[in-house]
Each structure stands twice: as C-alpha cells, then as structure tokens.
C-alpha cells in the first residue's frame, strides 16, 4: 500500500523524493502501486534496498498479479541491490550494532547523535513497520482531522525508512574509501 523513494539521477545531482501511499478505503491497493512504482522507476537502473529479498518478493506478487506490468516489474526485481548484504557478511560491523544487522539497528549504530535519523522523532502513531500495517486498514473509519494526521506518519516513517538507506549507502561509501 506504500513505498518511499529517494532518486539520485547522478553523483552530482541532488536526491529527489517520490513517494506513493494508497487510499485506506477497503478495496486492493496493490495495482495502482505497481503502475506508479514502474512510472518512478525506469528499467535497467540499479535500485538499493535494506532486505532485498522481502522487496523482491512483494514486487514479484505484484508481477503475478498484473502481467501487462510484469516485465517492468521483474526488471525492478532483477536489479535489485541489497544494502543488508555488507553487514550480514560482516564487512561492516560497530559493536553498538549488538549483533543485530537490522535497520533500526544499524543507523543507530553508524549515527548514534543524529536526531534527523531518530524513529523515535516520528509521531507516535508510526515509529516501526508494525505500526503502518497496523494504522493503513483503520484509516477509512477515522474522522477525517485523524485520518489525515495518520497518513501523514505513515508518509514521514516511510520516508525516513529511504532516507536511512539514503544515509547507510553514504556511509558505506565513505568508509570504502578510506580503505
């Protein structure tokens, strides 16, 4: 029902943000997403991901689904990197990660006085995956001052989701050149 984005279309260009989040009105989300994820995404072009194997699994059920988005889709799918993979070989490792190569783990870890990077910052209403799953159903019987306020942490906690693979890449950049 939700995806962020954060698009960089070079080294020197700027990040832009795209994002998408479905009406909570009880009816399937899921092929209005996949026709704006393959209108955000070109094909061929390398897309980073913190578990690529849970991104490619949702993104290849929505392939099975729409078979006139398939190819697009499956080429998403295919170039897929997984940000998770040098943590979990162990190239890249902070104690204060407690062994846990988790996100919500891991940007700590890399930013631990970065209050930009903090979920803790986010409205109560969503802090974690957890909550969005929960809040996104119950949306379409809220009044509309508190749906609206709900939707908007769901926009903020997903965002900061993209913007900390945003951060963990830079991150990891930089530490591969001073090696």
């Not at 997403?33 to 991901?49: E, N, Y």
């Not at 993979?85 to 891991?106: N, Q, R, T």
């Not at 949306?139 to 906690?157: G, H, S, T, V, W």
Request: aromatic content about 10%.
């Amino acid at each position: 029902f939700q995806y962020s984005l954060h698009i960089k279309e070079s080294a020197t260009a700027p990040y832009e943000h795209r994002e998408h989040l479905a009406l909570s009105n009880g009816k399937d989300p899921r092929r209005n997403l996949a026709i704006q994820l393959c209108s955000d995404i070109p094909m061929g072009v390398c897309t980073l991901a913190y578990n690529k194997k849970f991104e490619v699994g949702r993104i290849e059920e929505l392939a099975s689904l729409y078979p006139e988005l398939s190819v697009h889709l499956l080429d998403i799918a295919r170039h897929i990197c997984d940000l998770l993979d040098p943590f979990e070989a162990g190239y890249y490792y902070l104690p204060a990660m407690g062994g846990s190569f988790s996100i919500k783990h891991v940007l700590p870890a890399l930013f631990p006085d970065d209050d930009e990077l903090d979920y803790k910052h986010l409205d109560e209403r969503c802090q974690n995956g957890g909550d969005a799953m929960t809040i996104f159903p119950r949306i379409k019987d809220m009044e509309p001052e508190e749906a609206e306020a709900c939707r908007e942490a769901l926009l903020q906690y997903c965002k900061l989701d993209t913007w900390a693979m945003v951060k963990v890449w830079e991150k990891l950049q930089e530490v591969s050149e001073e090696l």
